[in-house]
């Protein structure tokens, strides 16, 4: 089993995406790339800590690759977008992929020049090292299932629906 991080704006909208995939374990939505320990998310969603909402995917390489992973990503953002995801703006909510290894940075960097290269446009996706990631409290936990009718009013709301 692998594990791959994703900064996709909002933690609650990119997490089915992944949740339902054959291969993929579990999706946790929680924090990466501040410096504050054991954030919260009101804290985070204030732009005071230097995270980003995240998603953890622990996966099976195996029957999905980590190539795979992040083209589903790059499908359920808009990688032009550096102020943050559809109606959700500050830094908390900007692009980035945590790599564990060379393989996942350089497979990243790859990608996101030939998307720059097809579209001719500046990609906003962060390409960082993974230090550490923090668990968001449970209520953000698999939110499209707890909430489905707050999660549609959301998507249609964001302009993640036509996404």
Request: charged share 30%; with cysteine; glycine share 6%.
């Amino acid at each position: 089993m692998k594990t791959a991080y994703f900064a996709g704006g909002c933690f609650w909208c990119i997490t089915p995406t992944f949740k339902e995939m054959e291969g993929v374990f579990d999706v946790t939505s929680g924090y990466c790339g501040g410096n504050q320990e054991n954030p919260t998310y009101s804290e985070v969603k204030s732009q005071k800590t230097g995270h980003r909402e995240t998603i953890k995917i622990e996966y099976d390489p195996e029957k999905v690759s980590f190539k795979e992973l992040f083209e589903i990503f790059i499908d359920s953002v808009d990688p032009f977008d550096g102020e943050g995801q559809f109606i959700d703006r500050g830094y908390s909510y900007t692009l980035a992929i945590y790599y564990n290894d060379i393989i996942e940075k350089e497979t990243a960097e790859k990608m996101i020049s030939k998307l720059e290269e097809n579209f001719a446009k500046k990609v906003w996706i962060s390409v960082e090292p993974f230090e550490k990631f923090y668990t968001a409290e449970e209520e953000h936990q698999n939110y499209y299932l707890k909430h489905p009718e707050e999660f549609e009013k959301e998507l249609i709301e964001s302009g993640r629906k036509q996404k």
